[in-house]
């Protein structure tokens, strides 16, 4: 299962709720910004998330205070959900 987070640059601020959720999976700029970790970009603020990361990742858009983070999961791991 994997999915790919958006990271909605005109919404971050930087405040790093979604790194310390997705450890091992971001990390942060010298200002505070998520960065991907491990070549798992897909692009500008697109970042790969697969298997035991996706739960966090979840929680990560739940929390975001900006609604900064979204999630676009495979119908598969979607499925695993219901």
């Known amino acids: 299962m994997s999915a790919e987070l958006n990271i ?3 919404r971050c601020q930087g405040r790093g709720l979604c ?3 997705l450890t091992g ?3 942060s700029d010298p ?3 998520p960065l991907a970790l491990d070549g798992r ?3 500008h603020g697109r970042v790969h998330v697969v298997g035991d990361h996706l739960e966090a ?3 990560a858009v739940k929390m975001c ?3 900064a983070l979204s999630l676009q ?3 598969g791991a979607l499925e695993g959900r219901r």
């Open 73 to 75: 999961e495979e119908a």
């Open 25 to 27: 999976v971001l990390d």
């Open 65 to 67: 205070p900006l609604s």
């Open 57 to 59: 990742a979840r929680e």
């Open 31 to 33: 200002w505070g910004y």
């Open 19 to 21: 790194i310390e959720l």
């Open 41 to 43: 970009a897909a692009g």
């Open 8 to 10: 909605d640059w005109t």
